[in-house]
């Protein structure tokens, strides 16, 4: 008997610790527009502490920076990506992907999971207004089909150290 019940036990544990990943809804596509510059980041001011940044690429992947906490200004920031993370490659809901098809773009990316939580996507849209910023008016919670009006300016910052967009998830 408590061998049974220490089983069921390794077995939920097992389960509820594994990686599950709701497929992303957009297909991996090369951006051809050059509406965007690619050779830095891109980020928005969350509030007064917070931003958000990205990293557009090329081939259509999009690397999270993260919400870096700004003491310094974009000097913080730098230095947060001029490092190389290896388990960056290994998490997967900082990687996305995005598409632009005229002056819209399109960015497909994962909610930071909760515990035992399947990786869930969320899909950004909004309007290139030049090739240094973009704005995103809305966004879709694919799990609930939730819909939130948003209006976050994303502005461009050169960096010389982009992180590679290998990793395990988008291939």
Known sequence: MVRTIFCCVIFILIVSCSVR??????????????????????????DSVFFDVIFLYKNGIVYQGGNPRIKEGFKD???????????????????????????????????????????????????????????ITSRKYIKTGKLETRRDTFNFRPFSTKPDSTNNFIK
């Open 21 to 46: 990943r709701q497929l992303p809804i957009l297909q991996l596509e090369e951006n051809n527009s050059e509406r965007l510059l690619l050779n830095g980041y891109y980020y928005t001011k969350l």
């Open 77 to 135: 920031i730098d230095d947060t990506f001029s490092k190389s993370y290896v388990n960056d490659k290994k998490t997967g809901y900082i990687w996305g992907l995005y598409i632009v098809e005229g002056k819209n773009i399109t960015i497909e990316r994962y909610l930071t999971p909760i515990y035992a939580e399947k990786y869930q996507t969320y899909v950004d849209k909004g309007h290139i207004i030049n090739e240094r910023q973009f704005i």
